[in-house]
């Protein structure tokens, strides 16, 4: 397992823009697929976005297309989340998470790590 510790939530206005990272231990790192998840008061969680260990690969949800970036550098164990043109249906958790299968993260069950999370607020 890697240890994943996300930063860059925070209050944005509709339209805006933010960038999520996630600090990721271990000496393993390129070995992972990572991705975000999100969470919404009331709801259950859901994929964001996802980048395979080369970085050469990403898939995003339907709802985050075009608007969202996500991209990692292994030099530094990071993962990130551009997030622009964002939306009030955008509020939520935001979660890492990191996985050898990458299907398996996609999925969202039985993950290998995830992260605390980092509030993202998007007012209207």
């Known amino acids: 397992q890697v240890q994943l510790v996300e930063s860059g939530g925070g209050l944005v206005q509709a339209g805006g823009s933010l960038r999520l990272s996630c600090a990721a231990s271990?000496?393993?790192?390129?070995?992972?697929?990572l991705g975000w998840f999100r969470q919404a008061p009331g709801k259950e969680r859901e994929f964001v976005a996802a980048i395979s260990w080369s970085g050469g690969g990403t898939y995003y949800a339907d709802s985050v297309k075009g608007r969202f970036t996500i991209s990692r550098d292994n030099a530094k164990n990071t993962v990130y989340l551009q997030m622009n043109s964002l939306k009030p249906e955008d509020t939520a958790v935001y979660y890492c998470a990191a996985d050898t299968v990458y299907l398996r993260l996609v999925d969202g069950m039985n993950v290998d790590s995830w992260g605390q999370g980092t509030q993202v607020t998007v007012s209207s």
């Open positions: 271990g000496r393993t790192f390129t070995r992972y697929v």
